[in-house]
């Protein structure tokens, strides 16, 4: 059975796809079989690993919304699936039809487990899952969340981003309830981290007083190679091994697989 | 009839509020009446300008799921609107209620015209009204790009950010082909800008050659005190005024309105 996270914030920019992306390489590097689902209309972690989206027949979407009439969506999961340039690693593209998705789903009977059928094959066939969300808490991260048993909390060092937690919070406890018994919040994750700057110093002091014993110790720096890397279609940890960002994703992989 | 903006780009984190709550803020310093209109369920704009959004009895969710029944939603208006620290600058707050909004609405006649009904007082009132709006292409989105004559684009200068440009192109022109045929762009905002990047030289290439004439000359450079305002409850216009940042709102607002 697979090892599954969600990688959610409904805040914007703090660096979700960026830790979904360079995770799941360094857990491929390593010999794990990883499959990384990209749960956002934008698209950017299927571009970020070199995908082009306008030459997909099929994508995310298509498991979805697929009736389990004329075929069940994890029968669709071989079609939908593509390699990327790092060996075992293999990705679940999103494109822009993606966006269309809730609106379909709206009516759809237990239209929040959509994505936790259409894994049902993947679960077994792989060591490792991550699921990168949208900025936002609706139906597309509602599916990701009951589709996973960890969740990783990427908080940008700034003053809006720790604004949402409370909001980020109650959702997962909702689904904890309602939809996902499960689900239990792998750990949080402090990324764009300037020493340069007191903000930084002072946002992490107050997440880890809001979540004590959950922050992993390793923390993100700013860094332009990571911000580089998505224009080269590869993650950060292949464009530049060496450069503070990747170093520091390295040590991610390391606390969150192998201390587990 | 007020001036009326909307701040848009589904993309997270690109700047959208900062550029939101910076530029109210000096057209209120210059003496206009202005209204700032909170369109994201995060709430950003609201505690940027220093609301307390627990101590909020309503907000825009009250405006925009107002039945029309009991009361019209516009004769709401004046009971939800909120004074800041800044004279001449009121805000239409959020709270997490917003993010119930667009299933409240799903079924509603006329759903994409809630906040251009509400705000129907409000266009009379204020010399320019300003929304800030959510990392999503939704309804509430679709909202706001209903209720104003005029589209700022902030872009962040990092590729994922170049990303999202023809999604939001394609559905600007919807709105403008059946919601709102006066709809068109007010132009291009190049933020986050780090000198010491080629990514930065770069993007912006990109997006002047992508956006002929339509790109603002005044770039917004990362600026840490940009981002350590929001902490403060006030715009970095007022909670350091000679910061690169803010002189570079200043320019930025220059250049949108006193240009046009
Ligand atoms: N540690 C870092 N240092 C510098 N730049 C970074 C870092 N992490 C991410 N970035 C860049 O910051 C921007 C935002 O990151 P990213 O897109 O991963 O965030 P996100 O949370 O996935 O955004 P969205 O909410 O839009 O999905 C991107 O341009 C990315 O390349
Ligand atoms: N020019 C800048 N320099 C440095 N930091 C900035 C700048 N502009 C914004 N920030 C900071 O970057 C973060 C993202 O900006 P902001 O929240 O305004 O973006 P947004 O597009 O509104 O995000 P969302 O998509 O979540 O609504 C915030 O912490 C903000 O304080
Ligand atoms: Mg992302
Ligand atoms: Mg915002």
Redesign the pocket.
């Known amino acids: 059975m697979a090892a599954t996270y969600a990688v959610v914030n409904q805040?914007?920019?703090v660096g979700k796809t960026t830790t979904a992306v360079n995770v799941a390489a360094c857990a491929a590097m390593s010999g794990q079989k990883v499959l990384l689902v990209d749960a956002d209309p934008q698209g950017n972690a299927t571009s970020g690993l070199g995908i082009d989206r306008g030459a997909l027949d099929q994508c995310i979407y298509d498991l979805l919304t697929a009736d389990g009439v004329s075929m069940e969506p994890f029968e669709l999961f071989p079609e939908v699936v593509v390699p990327t340039s790092i060996d075992n690693l293999a990705v679940v593209p999103a494109t822009i039809n993606l966006a269309g998705a809730s609106v379909v789903l709206v009516n759809a009977i237990a239209r929040e487990t959509k994505l936790r059928q259409a894994l049902q094959e993947a679960y077994e066939r792989y060591d490792l899952i991550i699921i990168d969300t949208a900025?936002s808490l609706g139906l597309l991260t509602m599916n990701s969340l009951t589709a996973v048993q960890e969740i990783l909390i990427p908080i940008?060092c700034?003053?809006?981003?720790l604004e949402g937690l409370s909001q980020l919070l109650e959702v997962i406890h909702l689904v904890q309830a309602q939809l996902n018994p499960s689900l239990r919040i792998g750990g949080v994750v402090l990324t764009m981290y300037d020493a340069r700057t007191n903000l930084a110093e002072d946002v992490e002091e107050e997440v880890r007083n809001n979540f004590p014993g959950r922050v992993f110790e390793t923390v993100i720096p700013r860094n332009v190679r990571l911000a580089e890397a998505p224009s080269y279609g590869v993650p950060a940890v292949v464009y530049d091994k060496l450069c503070a960002g990747s170093r520091a994703y390295w040590r991610l992989y390391q606390e969150v697989f192998e201390d587990a």
Chains 1, 2 share one sequence.
Not at 158 to 161: F, G, K, L, S
């Open positions: 805040k914007g920019g900025p940008q700034e003053y809006y981003a």
